[in-house]
Nanobody
Framework: VQLQASGGGLVQAGGSLRLSCVVS?????????MSWFRQAPGKDREFVAA????????FTADSVKDRFTISRDTAKNTVYLQMNNLNPEDTAVYYC?????????????????????WGKGTLVTVSS
């Protein structure tokens, strides 16, 4: 399973970005719980958002709730992270991760240690 994250960049505070994570896997993302994590300079990795393999269960960290939304497109094998009203504290490398959780289940994954597959990350920089 290969994950390719993209969509990062430099944005001013209050702006928006949409990150994409394309999953290269023949069976499709309907078998995978997908999550986004981020790591800011000098800080530990932080959970951001997760979506279940059936797409019906979603969870967003309190730190980004009401600003970030996770979604997916099964036809494109892609998971998205829509980020609105960004602030400088959101500056980090954002990673998508996957774990096979079975076909169309409600399981979500918030622990990075449970995720066997990771993309290389995409850098988001928010200027004040």
């Amino acid at each position: 399973v290969q994950l390719q994250a993209s969509g990062g960049g430099l944005v001013q505070a209050g702006g928006s970005l949409r990150l994409s994570c394309v999953v290269s896997e023949n069976t499709g993302i309907s078998y995978y719980a997908m999550s986004w994590f981020r790591q800011a300079p000098g800080k530990d990795r932080e959970f951001v958002a997760a979506i279940s393999s059936n797409g019906l269960n979603r969870f967003t960290a309190d730190s980004v709730k009401d600003r970030f939304t996770i979604s997916r497109d099964t036809a494109k094998n892609t998971v998205y992270l829509q980020m609105n009203n960004l602030n400088p504290e959101d500056t980090a490398v954002y990673y998508c991760a996957a774990r096979n959780s079975g076909y169309r289940t409600f399981t979500i994954q918030r622990a990075g240690d449970n995720m066997p597959y990771w993309g290389k990350g995409t850098l988001v920089t928010v200027s004040s």
